[in-house]
DNA sequence: GTCGCTGCTGGAGTGCACTCCAGGTCAAGG
DNA sequence: CCTTGACCTGGAGTGCACTCCAGCAGCGAC
């Protein structure tokens, strides 16, 4: 087989390998990661990119429940494409807000930044 | 007293009741809110305004730690401006580090939404 | 063959940020 | 008076997403 180690996958995928056992006991891979005669994962190419899609998803705060349902559809096959494309529009919606949110707080917060680096400024020119 | 309720402070700054009074016990305002001769909290302008500066710094995900140590400093009174500063733009450099590193992952979502979205369109059209 | 390493499983533990609750006080309304 | 409702306190409970651990198995190196 071609696959990797969970140690390897983990390493590329910027995971722990916990997480990665994590994830799959969980049910948001497609499919229990291949074994080794011995019965150590085998992660090939097509998990490995599963993986990195799931992080995007998690990375932009999509809750775990809603990464299984989304693999869940993705498992169900072909047919419930417009099921998928709607979670996903919907998790996009959430992160535009979001993102509009934490930079409109952003903004109160470089003010209160301006102000102390002016009263600095004072504090340097009268010394 | 010119205050008001913990469940109008509550209202006009969006958070709960509960959460409000978590934050005190929990060190994250500048003094414990004055208490009327019943013992209900009656929040002050200022008290109001604080809330609101903390809730801008933890809606852009700065940890409650992070918070109180701010609340320390601001306590501490004049003189640790400097130390204010740093932590708000260390703060401030977080903020902006997570929002590409989002930004850049919603890119990725974006795509795959894209590549839906054609694969519905090639099915209305061979409808 | 035994040492050390990596991995396995099931399940317990952790950290964070709330959120809820029991049992009580107080003031106003009927 | 008695009830109702908002609020009080200390402390327990919750949800989320991991993270860690004990105990065991396989495998290559020495």
Redesign the interface.
């Known amino acids: 087989m071609t696959g990797v180690t969970i140690a390897e996958a983990a390493e590329t995928v910027g995971l722990s390998a916990d997480t990665l056992r994590y994830y799959e006991k969980d049910g948001l891979l497609l499919r229990p990661v291949p074994r080794s005669s011995s019965g150590h994962r085998s992660y090939g190419e097509p998990d490995l990119r599963w993986i990195k899609?799931v992080?995007?998803?998690r990375?932009?705060?999509m809750p775990i429940r809603d990464v299984r349902r989304y693999a869940a559809l993705v498992r169900d096959g072909e047919g419930n494409?417009?099921e998928?494309?709607a979670l996903?529009?919907a998790?996009?919606d959430s992160?535009?807000r979001?993102?509009a949110?934490?930079?409109a707080?952003?903004g109160?917060?470089?003010h209160?930044?301006g102000i102390?680096?002016h009263?600095?400024e004072l504090?340097e020119q009268s010394a």
């Open positions: 899609l992080t995007c998803l990375a932009t705060g494409e417009e998928r494309l996903l529009h998790h996009r992160v535009l979001e993102l949110e934490v930079t707080h952003l109160a917060i470089d209160k930044i102390y680096e009263k600095l504090v």
